[in-house]
T-cell receptor, first 113, second 113 residues
Framework: GDSVTQMEGPVTLSEEAFLTINCTYT??????LFWYVQYPGEGLQLLLK?????DKGSNKGFEATYRKETTSFHLEKGSVQVSDSAVYFC????????????FGAGTRLAVHP | DAGITQSPRHKVTETGTPVTLRCHQT?????MYWYRQDPGHGLRLIHY???????DKGEVSDGYSVSRSKTEDFLLTLESATSSQTSVYFC????????????FGDGTRLSIL
């Protein structure tokens, strides 16, 4: 079935370090891909998205490129800040039906000064 | 931010009582969703709606019912609350169209004693 696999956390980094959170997917069709971020006590916020192969989503210094050949959508940021500490979810949705979102398990990021 | 309001934000109740959670949107989006988020399970879809009076079950619908009498409101009812329904509940909305993301409310933390 359709699924999303994320690297397990927690990921612990020092401020200004480079961040990569790996995400791979399995899908029968041509999904749209998303990264969401959840800060403590809050709901999920859309961070970025990509709807077709080779699209690059970007927002707030975060980037992810839709790689159809490797079925991946890795999240990257060149220099993390303490305020980036949160849980990050990779997700996909397929066309048709009720556009169900399929989530990865989430990766907790902790950034220390 | 998407105009989504969940109420109440916190609730404590007793086993066996009925509970209704409300999701209100100001975006006029067609699709609305209810999820629960639990440690170790990520987000799981309870019910969804694709229009007024049009609803259907998600993957964990037992013990829950929903109603949507207006575009802007989507109600989730626990008919007879049980301790296993202690969770954080999120509402999401989505515009019609391919690749549109879901946008989430801030959640309702429900404790059933």
């Amino acid at each position: 079935g359709d699924s999303v696999t994320q690297m397990e956390g927690p990921v612990t980094l020092s401020e200004e370090a480079f961040l990569t959170i790996n995400c791979t997917y399995t899908a029968t069709g041509y999904p749209s891909l998303f990264w969401y971020v959840q800060y403590p006590g809050e709901g999920l916020q859309l961070l970025l998205k990509a709807t077709k192969a080779d699209d690059k989503g970007s927002n707030k210094g975060f980037e992810a490129t839709y790689r159809k050949e490797t079925t991946s959508f890795h999240l990257e940021k060149g220099s993390v800040q303490v305020s980036d500490s949160a849980v990050y979810f990779c997700a996909l949705t397929l066309s048709g039906g009720y556009n169900k979102l399929i989530f990865g398990a989430g990766t907790r990021l902790a950034v220390h000064p | 931010d998407a105009g989504i309001t969940q109420s109440p934000r916190h609730k404590v109740t007793e086993t066996g009582t009925p509970v209704t959670l409300r999701c209100h949107q100001t975006e006029n989006h067609r699709y609305m969703y209810w999820y629960r988020q639990d440690p170790g399970h990520g987000l799981r879809l309870i019910h969804y709606s694709y229009g007024v009076k049009d609803t259907d079950k998600g993957e964990v619908s037992d013990g829950y019912s929903v109603s949507r009498s207006k575009t802007e409101d989507f109600l989730l009812t626990l008919e007879s609350a049980t301790s296993s329904q202690t969770s954080v509940y999120f509402c999401a909305i989505k515009a019609q169209g391919e690749g549109q993301p879901q946008h989430f409310g801030d959640g309702t933390r429900l404790s059933i004693l």
